[in-house]
């Protein structure tokens, strides 16, 4: 499975930016689709998960803020981001996976994540 994530950038405090992920290879449109993002230095932190049924899980500090969708049709999910904070700068990247009860585990299929900037 190949996944590329596009659509980072730079903007302001209380902007919006809207990341594209998309699935190719052998894809199997039943996979979770996450979205995590890492700071330097930091691990890779899990901030939106969504189901193919469209069932979505979203870390705290973006609940509210960011909306994960998909579109099976296509293999891709988004992630819409509003009211951005400077600490939300980060690089963005999607991964699929699955559920075991409450806990998301991801397949080891990482593409090249996007630079999200949020300057203040």
């Known amino acids: 499975v190949q996944l590329q994530a596009c659509g980072g950038g730079l903007v302001q405090v209380g902007g919006s930016l809207r990341l594209s992920c998309a699935a190719s290879?052998?894809?199997?449109?039943?996979?979770?689709m996450a979205w995590y993002r890492q700071t330097p230095g930091q691990l890779r932190e899990l901030i939106a998960t969504?189901?193919?049924?469209?069932?979505?899980d979203y870390k705290d500090s973006v609940k509210g803020r960011f909306t994960i969708s998909r579109d099976n049709a296509k293999n891709t999910a988004y992630l819409q981001m509003n009211s951005l904070k400077p600490e939300d700068t980060a690089v963005y990247s999607c991964?699929?996976?699955?559920?075991?009860?409450?806990?998301?585990?991801?397949?080891?299929?990482w593409g090249q994540g996007t630079q999200v900037t949020v300057s203040s």
């Open positions: 991964n699929v996976g699955y559920y075991i009860g409450s806990y998301y585990y991801s397949y080891n299929y």
């Open positions: 290879g052998s894809t199997d449109s039943n996979y979770v």
């Open positions: 969504i189901s193919s049924g469209g069932n979505t």
